[in-house]
């Protein structure tokens, strides 16, 4: 059984990539990337066959996008029997008649999920239907994926399985810093990061540490108080280091599609101050933080509720590990092999 997984690129890699190199473990398959902000050689690092950049790019946006697309229709694959893709722009790879196909859904596009008019959404809408129902196999990321798949294109996926997290990597034992929080995430409107930053001012005694960037920051950094550091993007030891000494996470992004950061602040041992919104609630409960409302005020709230409760970091950790990378390339392995055999 010969796979190529096809995954549609990325500038800043995340946990979509994280998916398509642990999917590339698992079925020890060739990578093609329709784009990338990374050189050939650092995907290689971590995959184990041969790796094909279809174009190397600093730009993401609308045209990127239609270029990649028109990139995935001309990619020939027919040395291959079984075709893994990733991202809206891989559902344009288009199979022989003998290959099976099998798509990983992270959420449908954002087109679709919140329409605001205008021809050209609707036409990216409605292409990505006709490509999505044209796929025999569906993989979910998140029961809250499953649900919109099921919404937008009146088609139940296959199998739901959670992208992989580097659960190992994190200590949940480490000494906390005394009323040390952390926000890991891009500083984007969707995730809400200036919820979290006006929530300091009513916790002088606190700091938080922004790991991540993006279009907000320096609106962020203008605005924010004393009490907040702006770290950027950091090496993967700052940020597991960063984690395992804080006391409490936030994660507060609109209802989520899976949501990597709350498992990876789990896998510190480090209680979660996340959104009651999916798919967020469906990671987090008592015993592993606490869920408020996306306001200022009821994240205040949720950080002097972690404050005054007795966390058992081992257990959250142990919580995290339904997540791990074992288990994601099992699972990938096994629902590949049944559906070609």
């Given at each position: 059984?010969?796979?190529?997984?096809?995954?549609?690129?990325?500038?800043?890699?995340?946990?979509?990539?994280?998916?398509?190199?642990?999917?590339?473990?698992?079925?020890?398959?060739?990578?093609?990337?329709?784009?990338?902000?990374?050189?050939?050689?650092?995907?290689?690092?971590?995959?184990?066959?041969?790796?094909?950049?279809?174009?190397?790019?600093?730009?993401?946006?609308?045209?990127?996008?239609?270029?990649?697309?028109?990139?995935?229709?001309?990619?020939?694959?027919?040395?291959?029997?079984?075709?893994?893709?990733?991202?809206?722009?891989?559902?344009?790879?288009?199979?022989?008649?003998?290959?099976?196909?099998?798509?990983?859904?992270?959420?449908?596009?954002?087109?679709?999920?919140?329409?605001?008019?205008?021809?050209?959404?609707?036409?990216?809408?409605?292409?990505?239907?006709?490509?999505?129902?044209?796929?025999?196999?569906?993989?979910?990321?998140?029961?809250?994926?499953?649900?919109?798949?099921?919404?937008?294109?009146?088609?139940?996926?296959?199998?739901?399985?959670?992208?992989?997290?580097?659960?190992?990597?994190?200590?949940?034992?480490?000494?906390?810093?005394?009323?040390?929080?952390?926000l890991v995430g891009r500083l984007e409107e969707r995730k809400r990061p200036g919820v979290a930053v006006d929530a300091m001012r009513q916790l002088p005694e606190y700091t938080l540490k922004v790991?991540?960037?993006?279009?907000?920051?320096?609106?962020?950094?203008?605005?924010?108080?004393?009490?907040?550091?702006?770290?950027?993007?950091?090496?993967?030891?700052?940020?597991?280091?960063?984690?395992?000494?804080?006391?409490?996470?936030?994660?507060?992004?609109?209802?989520?599609?899976?949501?990597?950061?709350?498992?990876?602040?789990?896998?510190?041992?480090?209680?979660?101050?996340?959104?009651?919104?999916?798919?967020?609630?469906?990671?987090?409960?008592?015993?592993?933080?606490?869920?408020?409302?996306?306001?200022?005020?009821?994240?205040?709230?949720?950080?002097?509720?972690?404050?005054?409760?007795?966390?058992?970091?081992?257990?959250?950790?142990?919580?995290?590990?339904?997540?791990?990378?074992?288990?994601?390339?099992?699972?990938?392995?096994?629902?590949?092999?049944?559906?070609?055999?």
């Amino acid at each position: 059984m010969r796979v190529a997984v096809v995954h549609d690129g990325t500038i800043n890699p995340g946990g979509a990539v994280r998916v398509v190199t642990e999917a590339a473990r698992a079925l020890d398959a060739d990578l093609y990337v329709g784009f990338s902000g990374k050189e050939r050689e650092w995907w290689q690092q971590r995959v184990p066959n041969d790796v094909s950049i279809l174009r190397r790019t600093s730009r993401s946006g609308r045209l990127n996008d239609i270029r990649t697309a028109h990139s995935m229709l001309n990619l020939e694959l027919h040395d291959y029997d079984v075709l893994f893709t990733s991202g809206p722009a891989a559902k344009f790879v288009q199979p022989y008649d003998d290959q099976l196909r099998v798509h990983y859904l992270h959420h449908p596009p954002l087109a679709a999920l919140w329409f605001e008019g205008g021809l050209l959404s609707y036409l990216v809408k409605s292409l990505d239907r006709l490509e999505t129902l044209t796929i025999p196999a569906v993989i979910a990321n998140s029961k809250l994926t499953a649900t919109r798949a099921e919404r937008h294109y009146g088609e139940s996926v296959d199998k739901v399985i959670c992208p992989p997290v580097d659960v190992e990597s994190f200590d949940a034992t480490r000494n906390r810093r005394s009323k040390q929080l952390v926000l890991v995430g891009r500083l984007e409107e969707r995730k809400r990061p200036g919820v979290a930053v006006d929530a300091m001012r009513q916790l002088p005694e606190y700091t938080l540490k922004v790991l991540g960037d993006g279009p907000l920051r320096g609106m962020l950094e203008r605005n924010a108080p004393d009490n907040v550091e702006f770290k950027g993007y950091v090496d993967d030891e700052t940020l597991r280091r960063t984690v395992e000494q804080s006391v409490a996470g936030l994660f507060l992004a609109e209802r989520e599609d899976f949501g990597i950061t709350p498992i990876e602040y789990m896998a510190a041992g480090t209680p979660v101050v996340g959104v009651d919104e999916p798919n967020t609630k469906n990671q987090v409960d008592e015993q592993t933080g606490v869920l408020v409302n996306p306001t200022p005020d009821a994240v205040t709230e949720g950080v002097r509720r972690v404050e005054q409760t007795t966390w058992d970091h081992a257990a959250i950790r142990e919580r995290a590990t339904a997540y791990s990378t074992d288990r994601f390339r099992e699972q990938v392995e096994g629902f590949v092999e049944a559906e070609y055999f």
